[in-house]
């Protein structure tokens, strides 16, 4: 062999060696983790490619962080998954921010045989299964939670965190109510009200006046904060709105969509309220079953409360004329109108979703605009 072959040969050699080296240190494969996640600890299922997975083990939410972070500079390609929850989406930008992929995914029964065993070790290594299906391309194995961006997120704690207290005030209120009831005394809910509250003091056994004295002045406080809140939220309004939607109306809508471009037809924006009818069937039988309540809460009932207020005060939109025959009829059934409300805010989310992302008009839909 000549010289020159030698060399060439030779060359080839080292090259082949170097790329199959870089290659490996490129990417040592795909390392999945189903991540059982708590307040102080978290469980964490880990399966190296198509490999079983290994045992779970715990660490603590930042050592997890470093873990994985190390993971990521080792040549790994990360990729996890833990159930929404208290917990937030802290840990989901901490993972995303070391290089890892993750998915938030939306709160299932994981002991999916019944076997009646249930600890966060099982519940890892269910959730790092369901993941290998879904990154094999399964999309089935469970639903991702689109996680909303830090602005997104701060906005919407506004808007809850106003109903939080409110639910707070109302329990407040029926803790009164209920101590009057006790006494022989019976009340609404609206007994702390000004009005209500001066004539109750001048009918009242003094020592059941002092004790509703104190829900009285915590309301007073909850009720400046609300009033704060309202006013707040409201200054962040459009200008321009249906008449019977209130800025507020509007404001907890639109931030419990978050963003509206992330629906792709209407079937997807309908579902992610929760309004949707249920079905079961089964060979030839078949039946409809009531709301499925698998969504929004909070975006469902402020919707059939706005349904409600545009029943009244939007006669020409296409939903009214479809439904005042059932919705204003005193001889309907109350049960047919609870169905006939449903389907009428199940539709307005999907004609706010077209109005949103520029599908349709206000004028095309009957709707009355109105300007604060």
């Known amino acids: 062999m000549s010289s020159e072959r030698c060399y060439n040969y030779q060359f080839m050699l080292n090259t082949n060696k170097q790329s199959t080296t870089t290659s490996v240190h490129k990417s040592k494969g795909v390392c999945k983790l189903g991540i059982d996640a708590h307040a102080k600890t978290c469980v964490v299922a880990r399966q190296l490619d198509g490999m079983s997975p290994q045992p779970a083990q715990r660490f603590g939410p930042v050592k997890l962080v470093g873990w994985v972070a190390k993971l990521v500079e080792e040549g790994y390609e990360v990729i996890s998954c833990y159930e929404a929850g208290p917990t937030g989406y802290w840990l989901h930008r901490e993972l995303s921010r070391v290089g890892a992929t993750n998915y938030v995914v939306c709160p299932s029964r994981l002991d ?22 879904y990154v094999a391309g399964n999309r089935k194995a469970f639903s991702v939670v689109q996680v909303p961006s830090l602005e997104q997120e701060r906005k919407r704690q506004l808007t809850r965190q106003r109903q939080q207290l409110r639910d707070k005030r109302l329990s407040f209120a029926a803790q009164g109510r209920m101590l009057l009831l006790s006494q022989g005394y019976h009340q609404s809910n609206s007994w702390w009200k000004k009005s209500l509250w001066e004539r109750l003091q001048e009918s009242l056994p003094e020592w059941l006046v002092e004790r509703l004295a104190v829900w009285v002045r915590l309301m007073a406080g909850l009720n400046e904060e609300i009033k704060a809140l309202d006013q707040a939220i409201q200054e962040q309004a459009p200008k321009s709105l249906p008449c019977g939607m209130g800025r507020l109306t509007h404001e907890i809508v639109d931030r419990e969509v978050k963003d509206w471009k992330q629906f792709k037809n209407r079937r997807q924006i309908g579902s992610y309220s929760g309004l949707t009818g249920g ?94």
């Open 112 to 133: 999916s045989r019944g076997k009646g065993v249930n600890t966060d070790q099982t519940d890892a290594l269910e959730l790092v299964v369901r993941l290998d299906r």
């Open 279 to 372: 079905v079961s069937s089964s060979g030839e039988q078949h039946a409809d079953l009531s709301v499925t309540k698998a969504g929004n809460r909070r975006l469902s009932s402020c919707l059939v409360e706005c349904a409600w207020r545009l029943l009244l005060k939007q006669p020409k939109y296409w939903l009214v004329e479809k439904w005042r025959a059932v919705l204003l009829n005193p001889k309907v059934h109350t049960r047919r109108r609870k169905q006939a409300i449903v389907a009428f805010a199940r539709q307005l989310l999907v004609d706010l979703w077209k109005w949103k992302t520029g599908r349709t008009t206000p004028e095309q839909l009957g709707w009355v605009m109105t300007t604060y």
